[in-house]
């Protein structure tokens, strides 16, 4: 469920990604990744709830010496290749970022993501979803290394297996 009505769309980025949308999702489902993996954007992250579709936790940005923190909200819908990040509370509180995946072959995944907030000035709206596009170029640079090499091992293991 979205509440897109009383939001605004800031920016969309738009984006292949050289992975399956299997890699995707063990990526998007698994929190635990972020303060290592994209330790330049999170420098903690904090459990609060989990689900087969969907977590909640505390992140705590980088530097971790500003103390801002965001409860994050991952919801996925996974028969309609799609999924929300929404902040619950904390920094940017009331913002959505919906990811649309669209797999073109069993290794490609093209996505869209739309990065909505609660009304802002338009000059405000600006720099917010420019300031979004290059987070998310960032962490998806990231995300999509780690993708890349665990399909490596992947198919390694599986090559390897079969041939002995
Ligand atoms: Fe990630």
């Known amino acids: 469920m979205t509440n897109n009505e009383s939001l605004t769309l800031v920016a969309t980025y738009r984006r292949t990604l050289h992975a399956s949308v299997a890699r995707v999702w063990e990526n998007v489902l698994d929190w635990e990744h972020l303060p290592w ?17 969907s977590w909640r936790a505390w992140v705590t940005l980088a530097p971790a010496a500003r103390g801002k923190r965001a409860l994050i909200e991952i919801q996925t819908d996974m028969p ?3 999924y929300w990040s929404r902040t619950r509370a904390g920094q940017g509180a009331g913002s959505e970022v919906l990811t649309m995946l669209s797999p073109t072959d069993e290794r490609t995944t093209n996505i869209v993501v739309e990065f909505r907030t ?4 338009p000059e405000k709206a600006n720099a917010v979803g420019a300031a979004y596009l290059q987070l998310y170029q960032r962490l998806w640079d990231e995300d999509e290394r780690m993708m890349i090499r665990k399909q490596m091992l992947l198919d390694k293991g599986w090559s390897e297996g079969k041939s002995a």
């Open 37 to 53: 993996l994209h330790r330049s954007a999170f420098a903690a992250a904090e459990l609060v709830e989990q689900t087969p579709e």
């Open 80 to 82: 309609n290749l799609r």
């Open 118 to 121: 609660p009304a802002l000035p």
